[in-house]
């Protein structure tokens, strides 16, 4: 019997089988040993990871995914782990880690010793990736997308004359996004009249510059029009608790609940419903199949806005109607998401939220990139260049030229990088030819992008991770300013405004900088970082 025993252990040893055998329960406590380190819940949050013994802090994932990815896990440095499949509220208090969930169970358990082996044990028995990656253009090529230009005048001459002006101003061409107000309205996803004279024929002339082309699409549908009246009526809504009123209302006599949200008071999608999923599907199969459109960005659909007891098809958390909707995403290849409900491992690109033009934005970027990482989330786009926030550019004197350069510098050696507000409208020639030089650099690296995009769809290992996920016995927890493109290209940027060097922390071996000159590994070294210069390293 204890030779039997005995070759059990070895087979748990060379597998990276748990160690400790996970455990179900409504409510975890588990005292967090000196030197451990935390990650998850959270992409939004990353910023403030890893938690450790003298961390205060607490969040509840019902209903609040805080406007990006949110998964059921914690992961610690130590092998630990925490995952239930439905929301959890976690609490750091001084070296106590509390867990709790208001359906289902609490699964706890231990693989290995480090982030990385416990990253791969969930990994492939939570959320295993199917093989599959978003489509190349995403991870080879800058996306663009039209926001911060136009703002809520997307018209057909404005997204041509923004084509032709990346063209014109020697950026490659690649994604074009297409943001809110192209369509009729919110729930009538068909080019508007007013705006749009010929949108078949422009969007074959964007594929003709050598640009695939997205729309913006939500859950939502608007208030008071005939499309809310047909889809009220065919039970594809969600209602409000009361369920019943005492006025007719859109043909009903249930409550259809009216959301608010950034554009005012909507309608939205009952995507419990297969007959609402398949309603919706066929409206943007239309535009593929009648525009040519190649995609679509999926805006929306945070828990916060199914918390307040709304009534679906089927009975649902807040969070699963999040997940409805990223499930429609996995129809097309050429998609994004800002707000994801697990869904880790699937080929669905995920973006972080909107940040603002400020250098604290810019270093907390970083840090969430991180957390989307941990939490199993490959495909990665880390907000727009110089910050999502229209409001910021809307005054030219105001704009730190520095902080959308060193902007620039972050996104070039991501996964993915997004263009909104255009570089040669509001830089000097000299700045917008530094962003140039960073999407050139980006579209350089493209099939090495793609390639760790695919190994990724095999084996769940990101693309982009901390130097604790990388090297993981380095005691690397605490770094959260340079990051790991895959296992040997370590990227260092400049975060703080006016720096022209930084620090860099290298593990043991050979390290190449971009002009060749080799560093022995195994220390901390200071780098010359002028604002044309973005500092990484390949290992050799």
């Known amino acids: 019997m204890r030779l039997i025993q005995k070759k059990i252990v070895l087979l748990i040893l060379c597998f990276g089988f748990s160690l400790v055998k996970a455990q179900s329960k409504k ?63 976690y609490v750091f208090n001084k070296g106590l880690l509390t867990v709790t969930v208001r359906e289902g ?31 190349e253009i995403m991870f080879t090529h800058p996306q663009y997308n039209t926001w911060i230009e136009l703002m809520y005048e997307q018209t057909e001459e404005d997204i041509l004359k923004y084509a032709q002006s990346i063209i014109d101003n020697g950026y490659p061409p690649g994604v074009l996004m297409i943001d809110d107000n192209w369509q009729e309205d919110y729930g009538v996803w068909q080019f508007s009249s007013k705006r749009f004279k010929d949108p078949k024929g422009m969007v074959q002339k964007l594929h003709a510059m050598g640009f695939q082309v997205m729309l913006w699409v939500c859950p939502f549908v608007s208030p008071d029009s005939q499309m809310f009246r047909k889809l009220a009526e065919e039970g594809k ?55 040519g459109v190649d995609g679509f960005k999926f805006d929306a659909g945070d828990a916060r806005f199914y918390k307040d007891g709304v009534i679906s098809k089927i009975e649902s958390t807040p969070n699963d109607h999040t997940t409805y909707f990223a499930k429609i995403g ?48 490959a495909y990665t786009c880390p907000d727009m260049i110089g910050g999502g926030q229209y409001t910021s550019f809307l005054k030219l004197d105001e704009i730190d030229q520095e902080l959308v350069v060193r902007s620039a510098q972050v996104h ?25 030089q960073a999407a050139l650099l980006h579209e350089s690296m493209g099939a090495h992008f793609v390639n760790l995009a695919k190994e990724a769809s095999q084996t769940g290992e990101p693309i982009v991770k901390p130097m604790a996920l990388a090297f993981p016995t380095g005691n690397y927890e605490t770094i959260k300013d340079q990051f790991v493109l895959g296992n040997n290209i370590i990227v260092a940027p400049v975060l703080e405004k006016g720096a022209r060097e930084r620090e860099v922390v290298l593990p043991k071996g050979k390290w190449e900088d971009v002009d060749g000159k080799v560093y022995k590994g195994g220390k901390t070294i200071v780098v010359d970082a002028p604002l044309h210069v973005l500092p990484y390293f390949k290992k050799r």
């Open 27 to 89: 409510e975890v406590k588990l005292n967090i040993d000196e030197g451990e380190y935390w990650w998850g819940g959270l992409s939004s949050l990353g910023h403030t990871m890893p938690y450790d013994q003298t961390t205060v802090f607490e969040w509840d994932l019902w209903g609040d995914n805080k406007g990006n990815q949110a998964q059921p896990l914690l992961l610690s440095s130590k092998g630990r782990y925490v995952w239930s499949e439905s929301p959890i509220k």
């Open 412 to 436: 070039a050696l991501m996964p993915m990088m997004q263009f909104s507000v255009s570089p040669w409208r509001v830089l000097s020639a000299e700045n917008a030819a530094l962003c140039k």
């Open 105 to 135: 169970e609490i699964e706890t358990g231990k693989s290995g010793e480090t982030l990385k082996s416990v990253y791969e044990f969930v990994s492939k028995k939570y959320f295993p990736s199917n093989g599959e990656i978003p489509a």
């Open 330 to 377: 996995l129809e097309y290849p050429l998609n994004e998401y800002r707000a994801s409900w697990k869904m880790a491992g699937l080929p669905l690109a995920q973006r972080l939220r909107d940040k603002n033009h400020h250098w604290e934005d810019l270093k907390k970027l970083l840090g969430d990139q991180m957390a989307q990482s941990v939490m199993g989330y």
């Open 237 to 291: 809504l969600l209602l409000d608790p009361e369920k019943q009123q005492n006025i007719l209302w859109a043909n009903t006599t249930n409550k259809v609940v009216a959301v608010r949200w950034w554009n005012g008071f909507s309608a939205c999608l009952d995507l419990s419903n297969p007959d609402t999923q398949k309603w919706f599907q066929d409206q943007l199969d239309l535009l593929v199949k009648d525009y």
